[in-house]
């Protein structure tokens, strides 16, 4: 039977969403369909990158989805506060959800639940099945037996405020806050003069988030900063997956040629859990492709993973040091000590661009954390992997 699309994309979130938008751009003649499970693609989410996270080419294409851009960001810890130069970006799943409906129209399915799907069908809940040359799965992160990973889970509230705020760039990491059983800190956005997008950011083992007590920290810390919150306009929660160990290939093996993007692909920035630089680059790699059916698309794709999961060993064992050594509650000190660093190295560790003398920096001096327990963790013999393993 002659497959009625060229590709099908299977949720419409981050990844399959540009990789869609890029097609469109370089390859219009191919016959593309969008299968979104919710209202609208994209979800309700927040995406942000620094500027040197992508080059300038993949700047000048991911332009018309930009809603925000500031000059610099600041964090804060208990023995310092400190300004960071670099501009920082963010695209609102609003704006990306507009793009994708105009480029696609009725291209675009919404509640559209899949039930079953291969490299080059799909099924979905009315017993409906599609087909196309090829089928990219990009609905999102799960545990897998395979990989070893904590999490980063948060709660963002985007507030109006009463009187204007006085923020003129992000505070990307307050962690002079109490830490509540993990490494916690609040990241804020300065979205106008009276909006701000408030987060209640936690590294923790598993994703276990107290949502109200997040709200109630989110108030908290509104108070204690002077604003007085006026109108709830949105709230948005996520779980970002933050890699410590696994076997890849087993993991790509157990995909059976499937194609995957984003998460599901298993490609985040390992520490920081960003996932939109990842997104931007492999949409460029598919794009290039010669030849676009299920088999060549896979092999893209897995080759552009199995060399990111190589290229991000050492940020899987700073992770490991993060988690399974030491106090959950002076995870903090690992943090601040990193932002207390040459300022181009944060742009390298944040773009996953480390070069050896960056690796030999960060690992230099009296660690942050036990020493034994930081070789145990680094060698993988701590018998604390355990409680990250997913079955």
Known sequence: MVPTWDIIFAGGGLANGLIALRLRQQRPELRVLILEADSRPGGNHTWSFHQDDITSEQHRWLAPLIAHRWQGYDVRFPAFNRSLAGDYLSITSAQFAAALTDAFGDSLQTHAVITALTPETVTLADGTTLRAR???????????KHLNTACQSFLGQQWHLRQPHGLTRPILMDATVDQQGGY???????????ELLIEDTHYIDAARLDLDAARHNIADYARQ???VLDNLIREEQGQLPIMLA????????ARDKQPCSGLRAG??????????????ALTDAIAASAEINAAAIFAVIHLYALRQWHAQRFFRTLNRMLFLAGDADKRWRVMQRFYSLNEGL??????????LADKARILAGKPPVPVGEAMLAI??????????HHE
């Open 346 to 355: 944060i742009a390298r560790f944040y773009a996953g661009q480390l070069t």
């Open 246 to 253: 696994g076997d890849f290939p087993a993991y790509w093996q």
């Open 267 to 280: 490609l985040f920035h390992a520490t920081t859990g960003y996932s939109l630089p990842h997104a931007v």
């Open 379 to 388: 060698l993988k013999l701590t018998p604390r992997m355990r409680a990250f």
């Open 134 to 144: 090829a089928v990219i799965d990009g609905r999102g992160y799960t545990p897998d």
């Open 225 to 227: 900063q002077g604003w």
């Open 184 to 194: 916690r800190f609040v990241y804020t956005l300065p979205l106008s003069a009276t």
